[in-house]
């Protein structure tokens, strides 16, 4: 079932992946299913991320188990 991954473009959101782990931040990119290798994929820029983190992550649908906007 499609998360509609385009509609959290430019939200702040917290995603749960499917191992996991939970991640917050602001959705910069979307690339649709079309351009990817068959699955849509957000990039995220992470909110207060530590000294040793990378500052954003891209995840592909299927690598997302929950995806919430946050206030």
Do not use: C
């Amino acid at each position: 079932m499609s998360k509609q991954l385009w509609n959290y473009l430019r939200s702040r959101v917290q995603v749960v992946t499917n191992d996991g782990k939970i991640i917050k931040g602001l959705v910069t990119d979307f690339v649709d299913e079309m351009d990817n290798d068959e699955q849509d994929e957000i990039t995220i820029l992470i909110a207060n991320p530590s000294s040793e983190e990378p500052t954003e992550i891209s995840l592909y649908e299927s690598e997302i188990s929950l995806i919430q906007e946050v206030k």
